[in-house]
C-alpha cells in the first residue's frame, strides 16, 4: 500500500532524472534535421512552381522578339528590292538619254556641216564652168585647176562625195530627173546626161543630181 500511495510529484521527478544518452540525442538531431529539409524543400517546390510563368512568358516574350526582327528583315528586304529595281531603272533611262543625246548632237553637227557644204557647192560649180570655158596650155587656167583639185580633196577627206550619175541607172534617191529622151543604144531608165552634179556628206544626200534619163 506504501507503493500505490506514492505522490505523483515523485514521478515526475523520476522521469526529469532520465539519464541523457548519445542515442537520445542522435534521434532528436535527426528529427530536428529532418524537419529542417521538410521546411526548405517545400517553398523551393512552391517556387519552382511559381517560377513556371515567368518561364512561359520569357518565352513568349522571345517569340514576339523574333517574330517582330523578321518582320522588319522582310520589310528591309522589300525597302532593298524596291530601292534596287528604282536604280536599275534610273540607269536604264540615264543610258538611254545619253545614247539620244549623242544621236541628237551628231545628227545638229551634220545638219551644220550640210548647211556649210550646201553653201559651198555653187563655189565648186562656179569653178567647174569657168575652167570649162578656160583656154587650153594657159598657165592661169592651169593654176585655177591646181586650186581646184586641191579644194575638192579637201571635201572629200571631210566627208563630201560627188554622186555618180552618167551611165547609171536612175535612182530617184540620189538623182533628179527633168529630162527624159529615147535613146535605142542606152538601156531603158539609164542616165544619159548629167546637168548639175549631187553631192553626198557622210552618207547623206547635201544635193540631188540633176540628170537627163533615157525611157
Not at 84 to 93: F, N, P, Q, V
Not at 102 to 129: C, N, W
Not at 147 to 152: A, E, L, R, S
Request: charged fraction near 40%.
Amino acid at each position: 500500500m506504501a507503493e500505490e500511495n506514492k505522490n505523483p510529484t515523485d514521478t515526475q521527478e523520476e522521469e526529469k532524472d532520465i539519464p541523457v544518452t548519445e542515442e537520445n540525442t542522435d534521434t532528436q538531431t535527426d528529427a530536428a534535421e529532418a524537419s529542417e529539409e521538410t521546411a526548405e524543400e517545400i517553398p523551393e517546390e512552391a517556387q519552382a512552381s511559381e517560377d513556371v510563368p515567368e518561364e512561359k512568358e520569357d518565352t513568349k516574350q522571345k517569340s514576339s522578339i523574333f517574330g517582330k526582327k523578321k518582320k522588319e528583315k522582310d520589310k528591309y528586304e522589300q525597302q532593298i528590292e524596291e530601292l534596287t529595281d528604282r536604280l536599275k531603272r534610273s540607269m536604264a533611262e540615264f543610258d538611254n538619254f545619253r545614247k539620244r543625246t549623242e544621236k541628237e548632237k551628231a545628227s545638229m553637227y551634220i545638219i551644220g556641216a550640210k548647211d556649210i557644204v550646201e553653201k559651198i557647192l555653187p563655189v565648186v560649180d562656179s569653178f567647174e564652168r569657168g575652167l570649162a570655158q578656160a583656154p587650153q596650155d594657159d598657165p592661169f587656167a592651169e593654176g585655177m585647176k591646181m586650186i581646184y583639185k586641191q579644194m575638192m580633196t579637201a571635201l572629200e577627206e571631210t566627208g563630201v562625195k560627188a554622186i555618180e550619175a552618167v551611165g547609171t541607172e536612175f535612182d530617184p534617191n540620189f538623182h533628179n530627173a527633168v529630162m527624159h529622151v529615147e535613146d535605142e543604144n542606152v538601156g531603158e531608165n539609164i542616165v544619159v546626161e548629167e546637168l548639175q552634179k549631187g553631192y553626198t556628206y557622210k552618207d547623206f544626200v547635201v544635193r540631188h543630181s540633176m540628170v537627163k534619163v533615157a525611157n
